[in-house]
């Protein structure tokens, strides 16, 4: 220990940090800063540097740690660690457990997505509601040179290898990006600090375990002594790359972009069609990052069904991506959504049916017939624009064809199944009726009611297809332009 001591210098590996928080300007004087502190080496090592940064930055600090309960009472220990720690240094201490197999088994996601997921809401939840202005995470150059290489293996583009930013949305830093593993386990020696071990930190049984005990280990020892620089250059030259670009796709994007509201983002087809394969594919993440909100689960080959749809002869058609996002296309419109409800979810009603989930958006195409198919029930709706003197004198709105006065529609109108809590006022009625009474009292078979498709506009439920519209949308004598809807069964 006197030996490590000696040689390696506390101080220099502070400036070192003080160095990189410069250069990213990742704080500003008087910022309030929120260390996620897990308990173990490099966030041992981050609060103590910021601690002793804090004076020149006038920083104000707090302490957070969830406790991910994956461990039993090795998390508990780490929980109580951290508190110790920020009380012995004056700290406010923010703490929470969750149990992430719970939320992991509820949401069908990974065991790491589901504990990164509840550990980045925790700390966003807890800045926000503190009155933090950042937060700080622990992650280093090793960590960088990992996640690099596994997305090379994985056969990721520029903007995965690029690796982990050293500031995200003006909020995350990471303050020990360029500082390695073996310094900061030195700096733990030369100060005489205590630290706790995640012990799932060794289980090779974890991709990123392997690749950081088996596989870099080789690359170093037998191929390059400079692997994790080596890497860390890498990142660094395609992030900046990857920025440029960005600026030069945002102007296109822009173009391309016809309409953004209500979480859907419609995108025009054909100018999609005279970009370059590349552009395309840029375009087409920045609109899925957009309504999603991120990237992530989001793969290459997601990208590459999204241009083949585009390519189809068909005029429209679907498919569905990751955390319930839907990509649509309807003649010239490419539109991108995130659904409420899972998608191509088949669950239980409260008497042992099925329920089908489905949900299509029709955009107003004037007199133009169009045909939305309904791919989940087979059914198929066409809707066609009339102008009044064209309407047969004997018209009548019957169960499968139903014609609405177009000026009372707010568009675009969405076709979807069934849901509790549904209201509508039938034609000929005054006041709103619960659809699930409708049905109940109409006799309709609860096996026809989760396959009846319900059309809405932008407000309301205008038609509960095959049986009975809205009193709101009628044509009356002020009539001019119509809608026709007609009803086709599988």
């Known amino acids: 220990m ?41 966030s041992v090592v981050l609060l103590h540097c910021l601690l002793a940064l ?23 220990r780490d929980a109580e660690f951290v508190a110790g720690m920020a009380a012995k240094h004056g700290l406010l201490f923010y703490g929470k457990k969750e149990d992430v197999r719970k939320f992991h088994e509820k949401t069908k996601l990974s ?27 622990g992650h280093n150059s090793d960590d960088n040179a990992e996640l690099i290489l596994m997305y090379l293996i994985r056969g990721s583009g520029p903007l995965g290898i690029s690796g982990i930013p050293p500031v995200r949305d003006n909020v995350f830093i990471r303050p020990l990006i360029k500082s390695q593993r073996s310094g900061i386990m030195k700096f733990l020696e030369a100060e005489g600090l205590h630290c706790v071990y995640d012990s799932s930190n060794s289980d090779t049984e974890f991709f990123r375990n392997r690749v950081r005990h088996e596989l870099l280990p080789v690359l170093k020892s037998s191929y390059n002594p400079n692997i994790i620089e080596t890497l860390n250059r890498l990142g660094a030259i395609l992030r900046c790359e990857e920025d440029w670009i960005d600026d030069v796709i945002r102007p296109v994007f822009d173009k391309a972009v016809t309409a953004y509201f209500n979480q859907k983002l419609i995108l025009s087809v054909s100018g999609l069609a005279g970009m370059h394969r590349s552009v395309k594919r840029r375009v087409l993440r920045k609109a899925i990052e957009k309504v999603k909100g991120d990237l992530r689960g989001v793969t290459f080959s997601h990208i590459e069904s999204v241009s083949d ?26 539109i991108i959504s995130r659904k409420k409800h899972p998608l191509r979810m088949l669950g239980r009603s409260d008497k042992g049916l099925e329920t089908i989930d489905f949900e299509y958006t029709f955009f107003k195409s004037g007199f133009k017939p169009q045909t939305i198919q309904i791919k989940e029930t087979g059914y198929s709706i066409t809707f066609s624009g009339i102008v009044r003197d064209n309407l047969p004198e004997n018209f009548n709105t019957g169960q499968q064809v139903a014609y609405f006065d177009m000026s009372k529609l707010c568009f675009p109108m969405v076709i979807r199944n069934f849901r509790q809590g549904d209201r509508f006022t039938p034609l000929g009625m005054i006041g709103t009726q619960k659809l699930k009474k409708f049905f109940i009292n109409n006799k309709i078979p609860r096996a026809q009611r989760i396959k009846c498709p319900i059309l ?3 407000k309301k439920i205008v038609w509960i297809t095959g049986h009975r519209m809205d009193e709101s949308v009628k044509i009356d004598a002020n009539t001019r332009t119509i809608l026709k809807a007609e009803l086709f069964l599988a």
Request: aromatic letters at 8%; one cysteine or more; hydrophobic letters at 35%.
């Open 456 to 458: 809405l506009d932008d």
């Open 309 to 334: 749809l585009l390519k189809s002869v068909s005029v429209s058609g679907y498919l569905d991506l990751p955390d319930q996002v839907r990509v649509e296309k309807y003649e010239n419109g490419l």
């Open 111 to 137: 065991m790491e997505e589901a504990a990164r997921k509840i550990r980045y809401d925790f700390l966003s939840g807890t800045a926000e509601k503190q009155g933090f202005d950042k937060i700080a995470m």
């Open 54 to 76: 804090a004076p020149d930055f006038s920083l104000k600090l707090g302490v957070a740690h969830l406790n991910h309960c994956l461990r039993g009472e090795e998390s508990d």
């Open 2 to 42: 006197a030996g490590s001591r000696k040689y390696f210098n506390s101080q220099q590996f502070i400036k070192n940090v003080e160095h990189t928080i410069t250069g990213y300007r990742m704080l500003q004087s008087g910022d309030s800063v929120l260390v996620s502190v897990s308990g173990g080496p490099d």
